[in-house]
């Protein structure tokens, strides 16, 4: 069974960091793209970066975590992170670990099978 299991999220002040991680169990991350997305609430889900399948872990990002974001994997955890820098109230919300087929649509929720839980993100000014 495919699980998924984020963690680091918690409140910070405007101007802070946070490093979020999600350990994933039943499947070998190097094999699949690995997505972080947001929800703040009444808003869509809304993708934030991702590690594309594959040796070279190429990276991409949405509109919302270019610049301060930076997501990264590591094969010996078989885990994925996502730094996040100089944070905003904008930023706040629940973030989801998800795990999918690598394809051009790795921005849309219906690519992924899989979800973690979320973590709860919160950044007070």
């Known amino acids: 069974q495919v699980q998924l299991v984020e963690s680091g999220g918690g409140m910070v002040q405007a101007g802070d960091s946070l490093t979020l991680s999600c350990t994933v169990s039943g499947r070998t991350v190097a094999f699949w793209f690995l997505a972080w997305f947001r929800q703040a609430p009444g808003k869509e889900r809304e993708f934030v970066a991702g590690?594309?399948?594959?040796?070279?872990?190429?990276?991409v990002y949405g509109n919302a975590g270019k610049g301060r974001f930076t997501v990264a994997r590591d094969g010996a955890k078989n885990s994925i992170s996502l730094q996040m820098n100089n944070l905003t109230p904008e930023d706040a919300g629940t973030y989801y670990c998800?795990?999918?087929?690598?394809?051009?649509?790795?921005?849309?929720?219906?690519?992924?099978?899989?979800w973690g839980q979320g973590t709860q993100v919160t950044v007070v000014s």
């Open positions: 998800a795990i999918g087929e690598d394809g051009p649509d790795y921005s849309l929720t219906r690519s992924y099978d899989y």
């Open positions: 590690v594309r399948a594959g040796i070279s872990a190429s990276t």
